[in-house]
């Protein structure tokens, strides 16, 4: 299993890791601006846009095992929706190796339960799950337009995100399928006062996947953390208010420095 992996910019080293059916190429213009203070090591996940996909993963504890090899000593993770909890994952595996993590969009439980208010009803999911085996470039459209409900540039954002969607080509089905289920199974709460490194959390105030109040509740429980409510922001808030999250993650990364990559 190859993993495709775009490094540019200087400084200290920063992994980026994207969300469920996308790749590296989904983060947009704010970037540019990004790579002026860090090295970026910009992934595609594994069975995502150009990496291979090991047919060993089954969780995202392997998930995360296939994405280290790619992690700099030292780096920051940036991990948005599911790659927020292949961050956090990480951060739980191999905590000397990292140095801040990034969390955008970023719940440690994806689906709403008795104990859980702040998720995703199942019912959404299922139809997701089953929308895999008819039509499963429709099934990644819906699910794009979610990511954009009730941001205030809901369609310039969907426009981005669907603009972009083929650009590293199509994900492999099984890939898709694994990472619904990753969706559906990860708990990650009761590692969360374990995970000491330095965090931001931010989340967009009308996001409809990973709603605002996981963030708050992520950020509560990371012993380290700091919460950045964006307003008016969706799913997206990289896409949808660039500079806003641009200042908050470059100041974050100025005040955990790490050293220059090599």
């Given at each position: 299993?190859?993993l495709h992996v775009e490094i540019r910019?200087?400084?200290?080293?920063?992994?980026?890791?994207?969300?469920?059916?996308?790749?590296?190429?989904?983060?947009?213009?704010?970037?540019?601006?990004?790579?002026?203070?860090?090295?970026?090591?910009?992934?595609?996940?594994?069975?995502?846009?150009?990496?291979?996909?090991?047919?060993?993963?089954?969780?995202?504890?392997?998930?995360?095992?296939?994405?280290?090899?790619?992690?700099?000593?030292?780096?920051?993770?940036?991990?948005?929706?599911?790659?927020?909890?292949?961050?956090?994952?990480?951060?739980?595996?191999?905590?000397?190796?990292?140095?801040?993590?990034?969390?955008?969009?970023?719940?440690?439980?994806?689906?709403?339960?008795?104990?859980?208010?702040?998720?995703?009803?199942?019912?959404?999911?299922?139809?997701?799950?089953?929308?895999?085996?008819?039509?499963?470039?429709?099934?990644?459209?819906?699910?794009?337009?979610?990511?954009?409900?009730?941001?205030?540039?809901?369609?310039?954002?969907?426009?981005?995100?669907?603009?972009?969607?083929?650009?590293?080509?199509?994900?492999?089905?099984?890939?898709?399928?694994?990472?619904?289920?990753?969706?559906?199974?990860?708990?990650?709460?009761?590692?969360?006062?374990?995970?000491?490194?330095?965090?931001?959390?931010?989340?967009?105030?009308?996001?409809?996947?990973?709603?605002?109040?996981?963030?708050?509740?992520?950020?509560?429980?990371?012993?380290?953390?700091?919460?950045?409510?964006?307003?008016?922001?969706?799913?997206?808030?990289?896409?949808?208010?660039?500079?806003?999250?641009?200042?908050?993650?470059?100041?974050?990364?100025?005040?955990?420095?790490?050293?220059?990559?090599?």
């Open positions: 299993m190859t910019g200087a400084g200290p080293d920063l992994v980026l890791l994207h969300g469920w059916a996308l790749h590296g190429g989904m983060w947009g213009p704010w970037l540019d601006a990004l790579a002026l203070q860090a090295r970026l090591h910009v992934l595609d996940l594994p069975g995502h846009g150009r990496s291979g996909w090991p047919a060993q993963v089954r969780d995202l504890a392997g998930l995360a095992r296939a994405v280290f090899p790619a992690v700099p000593r030292g780096a920051a993770v940036l991990g948005w929706s599911l790659g927020g909890l292949v961050a956090l994952e990480l951060a739980r595996q191999h905590p000397p190796h990292l140095r801040a993590l990034v969390l955008v969009a970023t719940t440690p439980k994806f689906l709403a339960g008795p104990d859980w208010e702040h998720g995703l009803p199942p019912p959404v999911l299922d139809e997701f799950s089953q929308g895999l085996a008819g039509d499963y470039r429709r099934t990644v459209q819906n699910f794009l337009a979610l990511q954009t409900r009730g941001d205030e540039h809901a369609l310039e954002t969907l426009r981005l995100l669907r603009g972009r969607l083929a650009a590293h080509g199509e994900p492999d089905r099984e890939a898709l399928a694994v990472g619904l289920g990753i969706l559906r199974e990860a708990d990650l709460r009761d590692a969360l006062p374990r995970i000491t490194l330095p965090a931001l959390v931010v989340a967009g105030e009308h996001d409809r996947l990973t709603p605002p109040g996981a963030g708050r509740a992520l950020a509560a429980s990371l012993p380290a953390a700091r919460f950045r409510l964006v307003e008016r922001s969706g799913h997206a808030p990289f896409l949808s208010h660039p500079a806003e999250v641009l200042a908050e993650v470059g100041g974050f990364l100025g005040r955990h420095p790490g050293e220059d990559a090599a």
